[in-house]
């Protein structure tokens, strides 16, 4: 049975900044593709970066691009969401979700989410 | 920007066969920007209902489908039921690693 368990998530203050984590069971985390998808209060769901699972590419809505990183540790079946400066707008729900490669590109496992909430 | 739209909110009746579609703010949705689905109740995580256009995902009933319908995507609920009422959610892949969800539909079911 595949399982996303994310965790880290809190409230920090504006500038500030937060790591999350996902853990991974029950398929091949290795070679899987993984991202991160976040939802705002009462708003829809927001793409927010996605790695590639045997190339180690990484992909970055422009939104966060430049102040969230991606990472994994293979060894550990373990996602991350580095998020620095974090903003007002980046309070949200954010899921773990596995993505499947081309030629699908659709998220087909998700988890449950953490909650991000940034406010001075 | 490339904006994937939705109708913000649609109404049917028990039993109604009905459409929701995906577009593009410029341009037309085709297969090759794989369109998928999900469905997502207040609180919970979303769940996938179609991928690559028409593909139901494993445990969705056959009362769901995806199509190209014109220049968009579009998902037909046949025949609905009180527990469709969700959100429902378009995402369409840009390439480039990049994926676009649409705004989302809150379907209420009178």
């Known amino acids: 049975e595949v399982q996303l368990l994310e965790s880290g998530g809190g409230l920090v203050q504006p500038g500030e900044s937060l790591r999350l984590s996902c853990e991974a069971s029950?398929?091949?985390?290795?070679?899987?593709?993984m991202s991160w998808v976040r939802q705002a209060p009462g708003k829809g769901l927001e793409w927010v970066s996605t790695?590639?699972?045997?190339?180690?590419?990484?992909y970055y809505a422009g939104s966060v691009k430049g102040r969230f990183i991606i990472s994994r540790d293979n060894s550990k079946n373990t996602l991350y969401l580095q998020m620095n400066s974090l903003r007002a707008e980046d309070t949200a729900v954010y899921y773990c979700?596995?993505?499947?490669?081309?030629?699908?590109?659709?998220?087909?496992?998700w988890g449950q989410g953490t909650q991000v909430t940034v406010s001075s | 920007q490339t904006v994937v739209t939705q109708e913000p909110s649609f109404s049917v009746s028990p039993g109604e066969t009905f459409t929701l579609t995906c577009g593009l703010s410029?341009?037309?949705?085709?297969?090759?920007?794989?369109p998928s689905w999900y469905q997502q109740t207040p609180g919970q995580a979303p769940r996938t209902l179609i991928y690559?256009?028409?593909t139901r995902s494993s445990g969705v009933p056959d009362r769901f489908s995806g199509s190209i319908l014109g220049n968009k995507a579009a998902l037909t609920i046949t025949g609905a039921q009180a527990d469709d009422e969700s959100n429902y959610y378009c995402?369409?892949?840009?390439?480039?690693?990049?994926?676009?969800f649409g705004g989302g539909t809150k379907l209420t079911v009178l």
């Open positions: 029950g398929f091949t985390f290795s070679s899987s593709v």
């Open positions: 979700a596995k993505r499947v490669p081309a030629p699908a590109y659709y998220f087909d496992f």
């Open positions: 690559s256009t028409n």
């Open positions: 410029s341009g037309s949705v085709s297969t090759s920007y794989y």
């Open positions: 995402m369409l892949y840009m390439g480039s690693g990049i994926s676009v």
């Open positions: 790695t590639s699972g045997v190339s180690g590419n990484t």
